[in-house]
């Protein structure tokens, strides 16, 4: 089975630019989440989508948006770039998003603000 | 809310030696308390989780951690250390009924030949 998968892997853009990130989770998972990992906050939630719903949304403005498609893969935008948005976006992906799940976790897609 | 303290942002061991990796969480409710690893340029991977069932939790690749409700703690152990033990390693706890999860800031691990 193929793994979660993200693209592009490596992203550079300009202040005030958008962005449109994409993961596509494991074949039969209905639940991504999505987490900013920067060296100076960490890991941080940013939101759940479940059939196509967010069902859970972390922190952060509302210039971070996504959405899920019928079938499952996401995306995830941020508009008006800012520097502090230089980080690893992960996606990760598990059936139901129930705690006994395992949640899997894509590679990352790596994004640098200039 | 709920939240996990990883103590030691580096920790450093010899190949053989016993990796200890501490986590203390804070938690008004039974927890469900995870362990992820982190190689360079790769996405996370899940270690292992505690979800109540038992208090010792055993792992891949020989991890295990420990559920101590007395010292909220869910220290991650493995007897010795192998070179490919080198990442990052997050504690995790879960907030609310579905997985949005809160990590802990990390531990780098280094073995030394």
């Known amino acids: 089975k193929a793994g979660v998968t993200q693209t592009p892997r490596y992203l550079i853009k300009t202040r005030g630019q958008q962005v449109t990130l994409s993961c596509s989770p494991i074949?039969?998972?209905?639940?991504v989440s999505w987490y900013q990992q920067t060296p100076g906050q960490g890991l941080q939630f940013l939101f759940e989508?479940?059939?196509?719903?967010?069902?859970n949304k972390g922190n952060f403005p509302g210039r971070f948006s996504g959405r899920q498609f019928s079938n499952s893969r996401s995306e995830m935008n941020v508009s008006t770039l800012e520097l502090g948005d230089s980080a690893l976006y992960l996606c990760?992906?598990?059936?139901?998003?129930?705690?006994?799940?395992?949640?899997?976790f894509g590679p990352g897609t790596r994004l640098l603000v200039l | 809310a709920q939240s996990v303290t990883q103590l030691g942002s580096h920790v450093s061991v010899s190949e053989g030696a016993l990796v200890l990796l501490r986590c203390n969480y804070s938690?008004?409710?039974?927890?469900?308390l995870f362990w992820y690893v982190q190689y360079p340029n790769q996405g996370l991977q899940l270690l292992l989780k505690?979800?109540?069932?038992?208090?010792l939790v055993k792992g891949i690749n020989g991890f295990e951690a420990e559920f101590k409700k007395s010292e909220t703690s869910f220290h991650l152990t493995k007897p010795s250390a192998h070179m490919s033990d080198a990442a990052e390693y997050f504690c995790?706890?879960?907030?609310?009924?579905?997985?949005?999860?809160?990590f802990g800031t990390g531990t780098k691990l280094q073995v030394i030949p």
């Open positions: 990760a992906s598990s059936l139901e998003n129930r705690v006994q799940e395992t949640q899997y």
């Open positions: 074949s039969g998972h209905r639940s």
């Open positions: 989508y479940f059939s196509e719903t967010q069902r």
């Open positions: 938690s008004s409710v039974p927890p469900y």
């Open positions: 505690y979800t109540s069932a038992a208090t």
């Open positions: 995790a706890v879960i907030n609310g009924g579905y997985q949005k999860v809160t």
